[in-house]
Nanobody
């Protein structure tokens, strides 16, 4: 059974950092497009950062460019999202997702984790 489990969320002050982890089981991560999405209060689910399985191309939403870094450890079957210089508007629920075919970082992928809450507040 394919499963994604996120961890690493929490409360952080503005300007702080967090690293999210997403451990995959039941499938080999490097054969799938993998990414992070978030649900910010009052807004639609959006793609934050994704990695293409075909060419390793990285995507970042404009709002996180220069602050967030996505990476993948194939040996651990885990994908990470390093988040620096966090802002209050980054507050939301962050989801890890995977899809075998869909490479675009849009929230219609097949497999989703349960989500982890990020709160950026002083």
């Amino acid at each position: 059974q394919l499963q994604l489990v996120e961890s690493g969320g929490g409360l952080v002050q503005p300007g702080g950092s967090l690293r999210l982890s997403c451990a995959a089981s039941g499938f080999t991560l490097d054969y799938y497009n993998i990414g992070w999405f978030r649900q910010v209060p009052g807004k639609e689910l959006e793609g934050v950062s994704c990695i293409s399985s075909s060419d390793g191309r990285l995507y970042y939403a404009d709002s996180v460019k220069g602050r967030f870094t996505i990476s993948r450890d194939n040996a651990k079957n885990t994908v990470y999202l390093q988040m620096n210089s966090l802002k209050p508007e980054d507050t939301g629920t962050y989801y890890c997702a995977a899809d075998h075919l869909q490479a675009m970082c849009v929230p219609d992928w097949d497999y989703w984790g349960q989500g982890t809450q990020i709160t950026v507040s002083s």
